[in-house]
């Protein structure tokens, strides 16, 4: 892709943000917010699945500071592969994730596919003096996240019925559990700098912020909050493809004390689906857990323990 300039393009991918965001001429202060996001079933009951895609779409609006205003479906079923039910669960499920938000379901695109997989693509507002990017994190910062991590691992695990019903279930609260009250409390606080953590894991995303913010980050893998028994699942090999491409990824800008537990690492590239929002404060993010801080130095992300 080549680079994009507007005069009234503020957020573009070059900066590997959540969404983009557009200057509004007529609206003084005010930014569009756009994002799109769709994936195959993470877990087995349709409703569920609705619900999930809908929330790990509206989070890139919430990860920027923004308001969702409107929704688009992204859908790709095929339709004698399971009865109609099925796939209006799946969309009953956005819309109820959607109404709960606050947004409005305007349409959307459907192609029939052997493989489902679903989404959205979102437009928000966002008042610019309180918007969230990825290069403001600042030396001395805290980093807070909102949700347990280990959801990439659960729904691995229930794939080979190796997760408990109790985990799955746990898994598919924080999944479908909206980023806007983690949102509202980083802009209580004045916040500007966050980033939701999905596919890249955590080690992954809080990498743009370093990269983005020319800081260093380190996690100390023992403040972490876990979905329940992760620890074991992995020790069952419970781990995604994902996992081992987001540590490559990485490189040497991934530094791993001696002491960490590999399997505590596992969970830091663990691939996430609706993750929690990470944020960087001085100040504490009512609702969320510290597990880092920000410092000076060559950009990395650091694990110790």
């Not at 794939?159 to 559990?177: L, N, P, R, T, V």
Request: hydrophobic share 45%.
């Amino acid at each position: 892709m080549p680079p994009q300039t507007h005069p009234d393009l503020l957020i573009g991918f070059s900066t590997r943000d959540d969404a983009g965001v557009i200057r509004v001429p007529s609206m003084p202060g005010k930014g569009l917010v756009q994002t799109m996001d769709f994936f195959t079933p993470v877990v087995d009951d349709p409703y569920a699945y609705g619900q999930i895609a809908a929330a790990n779409a509206l989070s890139d609006i919430y990860a920027m500071g923004g308001t969702p205003i409107s929704v688009m479906n992204i859908a790709c079923f095929d339709p004698s592969a399971a009865p109609a039910e099925v796939w209006a669960a799946i969309l009953q499920g956005m819309a109820d994730k959607t109404a709960e938000a606050g947004a409005v379901v305007v349409g959307g695109h459907s192609v029939e596919d052997d493989e489902p997989k679903f989404g959205m693509s979102v437009t928000g507002w966002v008042d610019l003096d309180r918007m969230f990017t990825n290069s403001a994190a600042e030396p001395g910062q805290k980093v807070w996240l909102s949700k347990p991590l280990g959801t990439g691992i659960v729904t691995t695990a229930a794939k080979f019925d190796k997760a408990s019903d109790e985990q799955i279930a746990e898994a598919i609260k924080y999944m479908s559990a909206l980023n806007r009250d983690a949102m509202l409390a980083a802009q209580a606080v004045n916040a500007r700098c966050a980033t939701d953590i999905t596919g890249f894991g955590l080690v992954g995303h809080l990498w743009n912020i370093a990269r983005e913010s020319r800081v260093q980050i380190e996690i100390d893998v023992k403040s972490l909050s876990l979905i329940t028994g992760v620890e074991e699942l992995i020790a069952q090999r419970c781990i995604t493809g994902g996992a081992a491409k987001n540590r490559a990824a990485l490189g040497d800008s991934l530094e791993i004390d001696q002491t960490v537990p590999e399997w505590l690492v596992q969970v830091a590239i663990d691939p996430q689906t609706s993750g929690g929002l990470a944020v960087c404060s001085t100040e504490a993010i009512e609702g969320s857990v510290k597990i880092g801080t920000v410092q000076q130095g060559e950009q990395c992300i650091r694990l110790v323990n």
